[in-house]
């Protein structure tokens, strides 16, 4: 499968290629990422993706049928979930995709995410996979049909017993690479032709797209207004959403509670301060981020950052002048 094109169409350029293996750098205003992809054989591609930004705009349109099989190691990924509809992969999570929905923004609400792709070319692995493996009891077809695949992605939330599988691929000796790939994502398909599916969990709901672009809204402002202290009832307020699906959408979109988010990002910011503004006392720096009792900051502080900000500010200020 040649992604020199598809790569090319999306911005990326080429860092370096050579003997199936090629590795994209992308670019934006948010930040950059790498895809590493491997031919394993005809029809079949592994792609690493490693980015560090906060949305990539897609123009991807397939042209062929492809199944897809995402797998998240880190970090969070936004996807269409349906007509109107958005949920998000995690850790842990594996996602069956057509690729029918692949066109427009890909949001990583961390700002970060890794993991890897397997991606099958339908028509030229019906033929390929009887070449690599005679009588092999599955095809990725079968396996589209058995989990009912459509226009939009299935997720299976963290799924035990295929960590080992997608674990392994992503530490190989650079000498057994390609065969190891190979072997693993036969194996891949095996169990996908063996697994229960799951049930679809209610823990991991959808969500409608203007709760999702609220919840941004409300980490935007809360980032904005970091000297100030809103309730969750005012932002609720504020911004128009019911409690309950704000507290929800702002745990799935950025893996943490409101609180617990504001309370570490506060932290980050003060330890920047500290480090960066070094005329400014204590007290001005956790006024800064939302406090106005120098107690409760250090207190604060400490709990986040395991130092009290002037420990911080001597320990980590020696590192940072260098």
């Not at 049928?65 to 936004?78: F, K, N, P, V, Y």
């Not at 009887?130 to 226009?151: H, M, N, Q």
């Not at 959408?249 to 943490?256: N, Q």
Request: net charge negative; with cysteine.
């Amino acid at each position: 499968m040649d992604t020199s094109k598809t790569f090319e169409t999306e911005g990326a350029s080429l860092l370096a290629q050579s003997d199936g293996c090629a590795v994209w750098q992308f670019r934006n205003a948010t930040g950059d990422g790498t895809m590493t992809t491997y031919d394993v054989f005809p029809g079949v591609i592994l792609c690493f993706n490693d980015f560090h930004m906060e949305c990539y705009n897609s123009s991807f349109v397939a042209d062929r049928r492809i199944l897809a099989i995402d797998h998240c190691r880190e970090g969070w990924m936004e996807y269409l979930a349906g007509d109107g509809m958005i949920a998000y992969t995690a850790a842990g999570d594996m996602k069956l995709d057509l690729r029918r929905q692949h066109t427009g923004a890909f949001n990583f609400p961390s700002c970060h995410y890794h993991g890897l792709t397997v991606a099958f070319d339908l028509e030229i692995i019906s033929h390929s996979l009887s070449d690599e493996v005679k009588d092999f009891p599955v095809t990725p077809a079968e396996i589209i049909t058995r989990f009912s695949l459509g226009s939009y992605p299935r997720v299976l939330h963290k799924v035990a017993e295929t960590e080992h599988i997608f674990s392994e691929m992503y530490r190989v000796p650079e000498k057994i690479r390609i065969p190891y790939f190979k072997v693993k994502i036969l194996e891949l398909l095996l169990y996908l032709d063996a697994m229960t599916i799951p049930a679809d969990e209610e823990e991991h709901p959808y969500f409608y797209r203007t709760q999702v672009e609220k919840v941004k809204a409300i980490k935007r402002f809360l980032t904005e207004h970091l000297s100030e202290n809103y309730t969750q009832e005012e932002l609720s307020r504020r911004f128009d959403i019911p409690m309950t699906p704000m507290k929800t959408c702002f745990r799935s979109v950025y893996g943490e509670a409101i609180g617990t988010w504001l309370a570490g990002y506060r932290m980050n910011q003060a330890a920047e301060l500290l480090l960066r503004e070094r005329d400014l006392s204590i007290a001005e720096i956790g006024s800064r981020v939302g406090y106005d009792n120098a107690g409760k900051f250090t207190v604060a502080f400490k709990k986040i950052m395991k130092l009290t900000p002037s420990e911080y500010r001597r320990e980590r200020g020696i590192t940072y002048e260098n």
